[in-house]
């Protein structure tokens, strides 16, 4: 006997079931193991996948590497105008320091941010969706968790039934 349950809530607009699949993923979820099913109106149903427009999280690594290139280059072009005493006049050095740290860090993390932005996974639901079923199979001891997470995104209902 498997301990596995399929557990699954049933939404009424797109925006509740999307924000079940985020929290589904921010749980660890990977993409490929989310169910969701779309009815319309009329009673037919398809499968919806999470798309993965960006599949891998190196990919805000990378953007935070050229971040801090990026941040690197502004902040020695401010260092050279403090040094030049084109931009401030007191105390060149703590300026320039400060330059420096202040491009490598708004750099790094304006790059990780886009980075970030970048990775999207998201469900693309039909404009005639009526109600939508987002689930996942789950052990025996998460089955109340995940069935609180699908409640807390709007779950009109939740089951539990063993896999």
Known sequence: MSDKNRV??????????????????????????????????????????????IFDWRVAAVGGL?????????????AIGVIDGTLFSDTPAVLMLQALIGGFGTGAL????????????????????????VGVEVGARRVEAIEGLLTAAGAQETTATPA
Not at 32 to 47: H, P, Y
Not at 111 to 131: C, H, I, K, N, Q
């Open 8 to 53: 699954s809530g049933r939404f009424e607009d797109p925006v509740s079931a999307q924000t079940a699949v985020q929290h589904l993923l921010s749980a660890h979820f990977e993409p490929e193991s989310i169910l969701i099913v779309e009815t319309d109106g009329e009673g037919a149903a398809r499968e919806v996948s999470v798309e993965r427009r």
């Open 66 to 78: 050229v971040g801090v290139v990026g941040g690197a280059v502004i902040g020695a072009l401010i």
């Open 110 to 133: 304006a790059g990780y941010v886009m980075g970030l932005a970048m990775w999207d996974a998201r469900p693309r639901f039909s404009e005639r969706a009526s109600t939508i079923l």
